[in-house]
């Protein structure tokens, strides 16, 4: 007969029995799945066709400078004109806009002062043609021993005052306005004209006219501008922080925002030697070609100015992948396997972009292609 236990001690039995059996009703653990990386791809073979790798290195690299600009006149093909004397204007044959060429009239004006200036010199013309006989005679009677030396001596200088007070009314005539053609024609004649020409000093277009039919204008007054818009400058205003990128022979690229950010290459003519005060600035300018008549006046224009080469760590700009607000290159890790990498960039020029970080010399990454293998990794981790 088996001794009887007691409720606790049987309990305990109990108790030890279960935790050496175990819970045969509990389901086994399984083992844990392997994590897949969301920034490797394993390209297939297709895809590594389309894929083209390169190592990243450094390479001389340009920064490119920006500067705002417009479009002006070349001044050395400018010509602002004045009237040639005091008068009054009494009509004006050109319009803005029209081409003119040197000789051309512009207006026409009436003055006093140049009846005068005539004048003048048709009483100087006379008076020398008159000491110029009495120089002849008195030669003849010099000659005839009628007269002394001292006799011919006085009249020959006689003749040549009078000859130079001719010639300097004739040239207070051409300061006046009158060609050396119109000034022997009024000496022929005799005829005075109190009507002066305004005239083009040179060939291109009137760009701005100051006046008015009756206008009284002085020679100090500027009444046309006539400009030749064959040749024109882009000017801009480098801050004086970057001064030293730039330099006389520099190649620009000029954009004209007006013409759809057309681009036009120059080479700078001018580099300014001083720092404006006021804007801090160092003003830049080149010389662009426009026989078509494109570009005018005024204009806003953009100045791109390379800096000196240094050496920077450069990629391809196809090698980029923007991707939710980031950039992403694919850095082979082994052949066929990628890892998108986040970089950031500096400056672009060309298709070439600097990396500030997120690389180093030596890494292998897609330059092109990366596009297909963003749309593969994103294609698995949506899946």
Not at 262 to 291: E, H
Not at 339 to 360: D, E, H, M, P, Y
Request: net charge neutral; hydrophobic share 45%.
């Amino acid at each position: 007969m088996m001794p009887r236990l007691s409720s606790s001690a049987a309990l305990i039995a109990l108790c030890l029995t279960l935790a050496a059996c175990g819970d045969k009703s509990k389901p086994q653990s399984e083992e844990p799945a392997q994590k897949v990386d969301p920034n490797v791809v394993i390209a297939p073979d297709a895809l590594r066709e389309r894929v083209k790798i390169g190592t990243v290195g450094l390479a001389p690299f340009s920064d490119v400078l920006r500067v705002p600009g417009l479009i002006d006149f070349d001044r050395q093909r400018v010509a602002r004109i004045g009237a040639p004397v005091t008068g009054r204007l009494t009509d004006i044959t050109v319009n803005l806009g029209q081409s003119v060429k040197p000789g051309d009239v512009l207006a026409r004006l009436h003055s006093t002062e140049l009846g005068s200036a005539q004048l003048a010199y048709l009483k100087a013309r006379a008076q020398a043609e008159l000491q110029q006989n009495n120089q002849a005679r008195a030669r003849q009677l010099f000659a005839a021993d009628v007269i002394g030396k001292a006799e011919l001596q006085r009249r020959e200088n006689e003749f040549a005052v009078a000859a130079a007070e001719a010639r300097a009314a004739a040239e207070q005539l051409k300061v006046l306005g009158m060609s050396s053609a119109a000034i022997t024609r009024m000496a022929e004649s005799g005829d005075i004209s109190s009507f002066a020409p305004v005239t083009s000093t040179m060939q291109g277009s009137v760009v701005e006219q100051k006046v008015s039919p009756g206008q009284v204008v002085q020679p100090a007054d500027a009444l046309f501008t006539v400009a030749d818009l064959s040749h024109v400058w882009a000017i801009a205003e480098v801050p004086e922080q970057q001064a030293d990128m730039v330099a006389v022979g520099q190649t620009v690229d000029i954009e004209v925002p007006a013409l759809g950010n057309l681009k036009i290459s120059g080479k700078l003519i001018y580099v300014g030697q001083i720092v404006d005060p006021a804007t801090r600035t160092v003003q830049v300018r080149t010389a662009i070609d426009n026989k078509d008549g494109r570009l005018k006046p005024a204009m806003l224009a953009t100045m791109l100015i390379a800096s000196r080469p240094t050496e920077q760590l450069v990629i391809p700009a196809a090698a980029v992948v923007r991707f939710e607000n980031e950039n992403l290159v694919y850095v082979e890790t082994q052949p066929g396997h990628f890892r998108a990498t986040k970089i950031k960039i500096g400056q672009s020029n060309n298709g070439t972009l600097v990396v500030a970080s997120g690389l180093k010399a030596g890494d292998r990454i897609a330059i092109d292609g990366a596009f297909h293998l963003n749309n593969q990794r994103t294609g698995i981790a949506q899946e």
